[in-house]
């Protein structure tokens, strides 16, 4: 596709993982296709028992269907049902957590490095509003950030964040091991293992529409990956 400018646009996915997200994947979506334009969204549910498939569809985003649980698995199960190539993929959160208005400057930002293979939006910053974390999440990220450093020595102020950008060449033919939460560790390692850099970008960061999913038993799950992604 060509911009205004006459050159030619990157092709674009945004892939999301939703489980029961009526009132979040909505807003957004909206929000996402605001700021990006023409590109393509891939809803990956995980059998909700709400209408987040009838809105996803009425945005006239693709859903496939999760097969099993979580959200390392539905990355990985959105993964297998892209059927062309992108120039990036968007990963983000269907509860509208994640100001969209960011995701074309990250894109910029990759179109001027070829060394950087992903960007990631960083909650921990001047941004953080009172509320929008609860305090248990906050310090469990500080915690968890810091030991995802110290056992990998990938250095990220926000390494479990849910909004990225990433290098198709990246995604394409990955077959992730993490089943839940710890996708994001997973990924961190992946990138930096193909030879890319990762770097950060600082957003704001709004409170959850609808229910968490995140507990603070995933937060087990997420160190036991740290641990075994610095075995590798």
Known sequence: MWDGNGKLSPSILVLIAALDEELGIGPTIAEL???LGS???LVVDGNSSDNTVGVAKSLDASVVYQQGV??????????KHV???????????????YPSEYVPGMIHVLEADAGLGMLCGNRFNHHLKVGAMHDKFYFGNRVLAFTHSLLNGVQLRDPLTGLRVVRWEILKGWKPRSSGFDIEVELNHHVERLGYGIAEVDIPYRARVGNKKLKLRHGFSILARMALESLY
Not at 70 to 79: H, N, Q, R, T
Not at 86 to 93: I, S
């Open 70 to 79: 979580g959200k390392g698995d539905a990355i990985a199960f959105g993964l």
């Open 39 to 41: 590109c393509d969204f």
């Open 33 to 35: 296709r605001e700021h």
């Open 83 to 97: 059927y062309k190539d992108y120039d990036y993929v968007v990963l983000t959160d269907a509860d509208f957590t």
